[in-house]
């Protein structure tokens, strides 16, 4: 009598937390590439574990050559925020031409038609963020919600250290804090700046998936957990990018004589929407 057990295969675990970088993302054909416009994914479609992130539908730097443009694309069931790095053009909405530069950040609806245009003599670097949402209902506005990192205030937000101040850029449609309440499935778009030797303190969402992209500084981040909660520290420079799933530990420890930039976006997890909720 043979008594032999097979195991079962192994089944892949997707992971608490991705980890990648500017710097080290390989470029990628995507809706919005021509010849002249190229984009390099860090989390969702044309990214590794692209499943890992379920309510962001796309996170990466569209790179568009002195001279270039990008394809129009049209997302019915995805909103998406566009953020300039470097770099000045113009975003096509619609068939109105908006004129971008450093720092700006907009946002654009679904149903929305939209691409990227440069007619400066320097590449337009472009941080590409897509959420999953409802289908868009009617017509679009007729201009973008539009505005710059730098007009926006530093403020300390309760419950964190004052090391960390905030701008908070962009929230939902109930939010009265942001400077742009605008979004669906988007809950707070934001930029921490850390003063040196300081943090914005691990902690963990229940209801949303979290990125942070390190623009300036370097530092360690806090990422996963063990026992104590906040035992995973990755050092960070900028460019460096993390995507945090559901309840996954999240935080930032800017390094001595080191200020950083940090920004950070939140969204829904699909299904776990709490609506009117201020973050």
């Not at 700006?104 to 245009?117: C, F, G, N, V």
């Not at 400077?179 to 934001?190: E, G, W």
Request: charged share 20%; aromatic share 8%.
């Amino acid at each position: 009598l043979n008594l032999a057990v097979t195991a079962p295969a192994q089944k892949g675990i997707d992971p608490t937390f991705l980890r990648t970088s500017l710097s080290t993302a390989a470029e990628q054909k995507a809706d919005l590439t021509t010849r002249t416009c190229h984009y390099k994914p860090l989390f969702g479609e044309g990214a590794a574990h692209a499943h890992a992130a379920v309510g962001v539908a796309r996170y990466g730097e569209a790179i568009v050559d002195a001279g270039g443009s990008c394809a129009v694309v049209n997302y019915p069931k995805e909103e998406q925020v566009y953020l300039v790095l470097s770099g000045s053009g113009s975003v096509l909405y619609g068939s109105q031409h908006v004129p971008v530069k450093k720092e700006d950040y907009l946002y654009l609806p679904p149903k929305a038609p939209h691409s990227l245009e440069n007619r400066s003599g320097a590449p337009l670097r472009v941080l590409v963020m897509g959420f999953r949402t409802k289908p868009g209902t009617g017509a679009y506005p007729k201009s973008p919600a539009v505005a710059n990192m730098e007009d926006v205030p530093l403020q300390a937000v309760g419950g964190h250290p004052l090391s960390a101040q905030y701008r908070l850029l962009m929230g939902d449609t109930h939010s009265k804090r942001d400077r742009i309440a605008a979004a669906q499935t988007l809950t707070s778009l934001f930029l921490m700046e850390i003063a040196p030797g300081g943090t914005n303190q691990p902690h963990h969402h229940e209801r949303e998936e979290e990125i942070y992209l390190v623009l300036d500084g370097q530092g360690e981040m806090a990422a996963g957990s063990g026992m104590d909660g906040i035992e995973g520290r990755f050092p960070v420079r900028p460019g460096d990018a993390f995507f945090f799933r559901l309840n996954c530990t999240v935080g930032y420890y800017s390094a001595p004589g080191s200020k950083s930039r940090v920004l950070a976006v939140r969204s829904w997890y699909p299904g776990m929407e709490v609506e009117g909720m201020e973050h």
